[in-house]
């Protein structure tokens, strides 16, 4: 079997971008995984060879995070938008409450989410600019059970640059830029990402939670939805996603081996860098998001005349880019620069945006 691929620079939003290296590998675990003459598809969860997988795939992420075995690492099915109920239905107290910062689409639905299980107070919000900034220096109840906040807002193109200090528990939605940066896990009780923007394919949704955070609603729990119950099945509690957790598993394990979230995080800054210098410096583009909250993961630009878009669109077209079209909650365009995704492809993007000032600027 061989298999070729044409080069396209992707900008998805999500599901986004794997390293080649992985996705060659993946397909070939699906012919024959582990030398078993099996495909990883067709075995058991419990097999010695997957039970391996599962092993290294949460002991990986806390590494990765650095921290120790007050923390257990889960991956559950439904998305991140399960956590939206099961964040709220495992950590407020039956008459406990909640504080969320609002700061997007997805920020909403989670409070959405939380206001049917309990008392949720929403205690900062960027509803008022389209979400185009991350609120600061807003106060944090202290006998709220939890805060939930949202590191980066995937279609809003803002990002937290410095977590705030808080005096209770810290619940993250990490879903579009886990691994992507340096961040000090052990201020977090639960941070939970679903794989598919920067961690590996759709699927899985991983969970990291600090134990003693578990266990005092007071509420009677169903199965699926306890975190306690996943925990004491190993993540095996019913059978798990078993191939987006082994790709996730390879995806990370890429990672590491090219210098971890050190290596990533600078590269990640100098993409950033390179598209953000060439929006600003371009007469035809403008950013849509306050410069200190601009996220080195997505990155969300519009053209000065929206008339002129065929045209543009046409160039990046031709130059092998996909996936620059914007959410069509903020409209233009959207690059999202995740992991895998090569410094040489913002270039290509950014001599498109020349290009393309040259001819019509
Ligand atoms: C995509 C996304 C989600 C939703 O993820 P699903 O896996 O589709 O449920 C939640 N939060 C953030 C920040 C996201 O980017």
Redo the contacts with the bound molecule.
Sequence with gaps: MTITTTKVHNFSA?PGILPQEVLKEAAASCLNFDNLNLSLLEISHRSKNYEKVMDEARAIVKELFEVGDDYEVLYLGG????QFAMVPYNLMRENGSAAYVNTGV?AS?AIKEAKIIGNTKVIASSEDKNFNYIPKGYDIPGDADYLHI?S???IFGTQIKQFPKSPIPVVC?M??DIFSRKVNAKDFALIYA?A??NMGP?GS?MVMVKKDALGKTGRKMLSMLDYQVHIKGGSMYNTPPVFPIYVSLLTMKWLKKNGGIAWIEKLNQQKADLLYNEIDRNSLFYGTVEKADRSNMNLCFLLNKPELEPEFDKLWKDAGISGIRGHRDVGGYRASLYNALPLESVQVLVDVMKEFEKRLG
């Design positions: 999500g998305g991140a938008s399960l997805w639905k949202t980066n807002n995937t939605d879903s579009s679903g598919q923007k759709a949704t």
